[in-house]
C-alpha cells in the first residue's frame, strides 16, 4: 500500500529540535537510563561538561547561584518539585536575580541547558545505588562543581543550595565549596513534619522521593525566608 499523502501534505520535518543538542548536534539521541560509572562518566556527559567550560557563559551576573536537585522528571522545569521550588522564587527569577544550577549525575546543569540533551534523557534510579557508586558520585559531582565555580564564580556574588542536608549532592557541594573557599549556604530544612511529607506527596506515590520535603511547607518557607535573608525581598 503506498503512501496516501498528496504531494506538499505533510512536510517530513517541521522541527528537529537539533538546536537542543548540547552534545553531538543532530546525532543519535540515546536515552541512558542506569546507575553506575556508565551513566555519570564518559560519553555524552563528559563531553557535555566540556563544553560547557568551553562554550557556556552566564548570561548575566547575578547576586546569587542557587544550587538546586534533579528530579525524575524531564526537563527539570517542568517537574513537579522544580515547578513549586521556582514558583515559589519566581520574583527573583524574573528579576535576573538568582539563576538556577542543577547537579546530578549528568553533570552540573544551568537552567537554560535544561531541555537540552542529554539532560533530558537519563533516569538515574537511587534506590539501586551502592555505596561505592555513591562515593564515585559525590567524588564526580565535587570535581564538576568545582571547575564550574572557578571558572564562572565572577558571575555569581554569592552561592546557596537548596538540597537535602544527607543528600550525596549536597556532601558534594561541601567538598567543592571547602577546596575553593567558597561559602555555599544551604537553605533546606534540615527536618519537616511528616504529615507535611504526606501533604506534598499528594497520595500518588510523590512520597517516596527524597527530595518531596524541599517543597513541603516548611521546607518553601525556610527557602523563601533564607533568600529574603541573603537578598531582601523579591519585589522591594
Known sequence: MGDSREAGEC??????????DWVKPRGAREYLRGVGYRYLKGYPFDDGYERLLREYRPSRRYKLALILPCSYGK??????????????????????VVHEVIVTNAGVVPRELDE?????????????ETQAIRECYRRVLAERL?????????????????????SDSW???????????????NLAPRSVPW????????????????DIILVTRT???ALARGLEELLGAPHS
Open 195 to 210: 504529615g507535611e511529607v504526606e501533604e506534598a506527596g499528594l497520595g500518588l506515590g510523590y512520597d517516596s522521593d527524597p
Open 219 to 221: 521546607g518553601l518557607g
Open 11 to 20: 512536510p517530513e520535518v517541521v522541527w528537529s529540535g537539533d538546536e537542543l
Open 171 to 185: 556532601k558534594a557541594v561541601v567538598d567543592a565549596s571547602r577546596s575553593l573557599g567558597i561559602e555555599i549556604v
Open 116 to 128: 537540552h540533551w542529554p539532560y533530558t534523557a537519563y533516569d538515574w534510579n537511587p534506590g539501586h
Open 146 to 166: 568545582r571547575g564550574y565555580m572557578e571558572k564562572y564564580s565572577s558571575y555569581y556574588e554569592r552561592w546557596a543550595a537548596y538540597l537535602r542536608w544527607d
Open 75 to 96: 526537563p527539570y522545569s517542568q517537574s513537579y518539585i522544580h515547578y513549586l521550588i521556582r514558583s515559589r522564587i519566581a520574583g527573583y527569577i524574573k528579576k535576573g
